[in-house]
């Protein structure tokens, strides 16, 4: 009744997570197989644009990255990953 409407995944998803008992090591592999097969059979790309990287215009069309997030060049994401003095240390 939970996954009613949703992909057999979800099913399987949760049957596969009620059965694991408290000792046992989930098989994320299998998991992640199961969901990934399921993205592309719904007709999904891994474009690597994500959710979060897209703003929302107020008409509700979402706007490319392209058009509101600079791109970096490969020299900028070098020095991105480098850490300065003056960051905070986790």
Do not use: N
Request: net charge negative.
């Amino acid at each position: 009744m939970l996954c009613k409407g949703h992909p057999e995944e979800f099913v399987k998803y949760m049957e596969y997570c009620r059965g694991l008992k408290f000792e046992d090591r989930p098989d994320a592999q299998f998991l992640r197989k199961l969901f990934k097969d399921l993205f592309y059979r719904l007709g999904y790309e891994h474009d690597y644009i994500f959710d979060w990287m897209v703003k929302k215009s107020t008409a509700g069309k979402a706007l490319k990255p392209s058009e509101d997030i600079p791109a970096m060049d490969e020299e900028e994401k070098k020095e991105d990953d480098i850490p300065k003095e003056d960051d905070p240390v986790d």
